[in-house]
């Protein structure tokens, strides 16, 4: 978005813009041959009676045109449906990088007449191209321009545009092209080219003296809002629907108002609807004001996007409601966290947590380190090797059991220990308790 850290500069309550070559797409397409010339001045005309000397035939009569294709630092208004009334300004680099790419795209002989489509025209052919530079004595004589303006010569041998030039038809050359925008900020510079061109910043000081000395306030007022016009402090962008203006010297945002200026300075209300910016950013406008502009990386970013909520599991323990991120159920590894009055959410400190159902959450440095018990939401991991050897224990137990029980139910012929003893041994398990047990019950 063409927005600015400087107000931006007026003429005559018209925004100035600057012209800049800056892709494939931009640059001069054409030079017309116009009645009457953007830049102000009209071209030297030579024939046979008014010959440059840089031409050694003198026998016949030579159609060369000389004149000024772009004019450097010299405001020009236009008018458009998309920009409303402005001015535009070629600088010296501009006007250079425009020369060498026409040149480089090999459009030196396209010319047409007034601008019109359909009027090209054979027989008008360039002969040379250049860029005043007083301190290399490159100064056409009949011109006034200042340096890094840019010269053409055509040596015209359409009889039909040869002769429209005589008769006065044809005055100067305007160049076609398509260009970027940009608003002009320099005050200062800006005064001095409007000075030098036709002395109204001059002539608008001057008045300044007599209005000064007037007692009537009336008419000091109307000089301020005559000065506001040329140094209006606003901020603006360019639109496919105009210039769109606000007060002050911060980047448009949503809430902020904005207007259109006419050729006298006055404000109106923009239509409501979408303004898009030459950079392709929308600026929403809704009875007056921004309501939106809708482009992430804008100078002033719209409102942030709402943060979407993290959903969190909980439990309640016998010290503090446990939370994790997620909706899966809890397990080994996961952060937990406690939440604060002031703090919200920390760390859980260590520490183990009993939970209604009888489970203990074990946790070591804000994770948790083991649920111990079977039935647990997500119980942990069970050793193999243990569960066989638990298995292989409870086995041996209820084998034992079983046997002292039919002991239990036999005839007194022997002592129920010598019964044992000769046919109840049982062969070392390996297991402490077990072997100690078998041992007890054979003596």
Same mark, same amino acid.
């Given at each position: ?12 309550? @018209? ?7 800056? $892709? ?49 630092? @010299? ?11 402005? @001015? ?38 360039? #002969? ?10 490159? #100064? ?18 359409? %009889? ?9 038809? +044809? ?43 007037? /007692? ?24 496919? /629907? ?13 809430? $902020? ?5 006419? !050729? ?7 239509? %409501? ?32 996007? =709402? ?12 010290? +503090?409601?446990?939370?994790?991120? !997620?909706?899966? $159920? ?11 009055? =002031? ?8 520490? *183990? ?16 380190? *083991? ?10 991991? *069970? $050793? ?60």
């Amino acid at each position: 978005m063409q927005t600015n850290d400087y107000p931006m500069v007026t003429i005559d309550g @018209f925004p100035v813009f600057d012209v800049f070559v800056t $892709d494939e797409d931009t640059g001069m397409l054409k030079i017309s041959l116009v009645d009457e010339p953007a830049v102000m001045k009209d071209f030297l005309a030579f024939d046979t009676h008014r010959r440059m000397q840089m031409y050694s035939v003198q026998d016949e009569e030579k159609r060369l045109l000389l004149g000024v294709v772009a004019r450097a630092n @010299f405001p020009i208004y236009r008018k458009d449906e998309r920009l409303g009334e402005y @001015f535009i300004v070629f600088k010296p680099d501009q006007i250079r990088k425009i020369a060498e790419k026409y040149l480089a795209e090999s459009r030196q002989n396209n010319v047409n007449l007034m601008h019109q489509a359909g009027t090209d025209v054979d027989g008008v052919q360039m #002969v040379q191209w250049f860029i005043q530079d007083s301190d290399k004595g490159i #100064v056409p004589a009949g011109f006034d321009v200042p340096d890094g303006s840019l010269f053409a010569e055509f040596h015209v041998l359409n %009889d039909e545009v040869w002769k429209a030039v005589k008769d006065g038809t +044809y005055k100067g050359f305007s160049l076609e092209g398509i260009f970027d925008l940009a608003p002009e900020h320099e005050v200062a510079e800006v005064a001095e080219m409007v000075d030098d061109c036709d002395g109204m910043f001059s002539r608008i000081m001057n008045k300044a003296q007599t209005i000064l000395t007037d /007692k009537n306030m009336s008419k000091i007022d109307r000089f301020k809002a005559a000065l506001a016009k040329f140094f209006a402090a606003l901020g603006s962008v360019s639109t496919d /629907k105009g210039i769109l203006s606000w007060d002050g010297e911060e980047d448009l945002k949503a809430g $902020d108002e904005v207007f259109i200026l006419d !050729g006298e300075g006055n404000r109106s209300k923009p239509e %409501d609807g979408d303004y898009i910016t030459t950079d392709a950013k929308t600026i929403a406008v809704a009875d007056g004001r921004v309501s939106e502009i809708r482009d992430p990386e804008a100078e002033v970013a719209p409102e942030e996007p =709402e943060e979407v909520e993290t959903k969190m599991g909980s439990i309640v323990t016998d010290r +503090y409601v446990l939370e994790w991120e !997620g909706e899966e $159920d809890l397990k080994a590894g996961d952060a937990v966290f406690i939440r604060e009055a =002031e703090e919200g959410l920390v760390p859980a400190p260590d520490g *183990e947590y009993r939970t209604e159902d009888g489970k203990v959450i074990v946790v070591a440095e804000g994770i948790v380190a *083991e649920i111990r018990d079977d039935a647990a939401e997500v119980a942990p991991a *069970e $050793d193999e090797e243990l569960r066989k050897e638990n298995q292989a224990l409870r086995n041996q137990i209820e084998e034992l059991t079983r046997k002292v029980e039919e002991l239990s139910r036999m005839s007194a012929a022997k002592p129920a220990h010598e019964e044992v003893q000769t046919s109840g041994k049982v062969a070392k398990t390996g297991i402490k308790g077990l072997d100690r047990l078998a041992e007890i019950m054979s003596k």
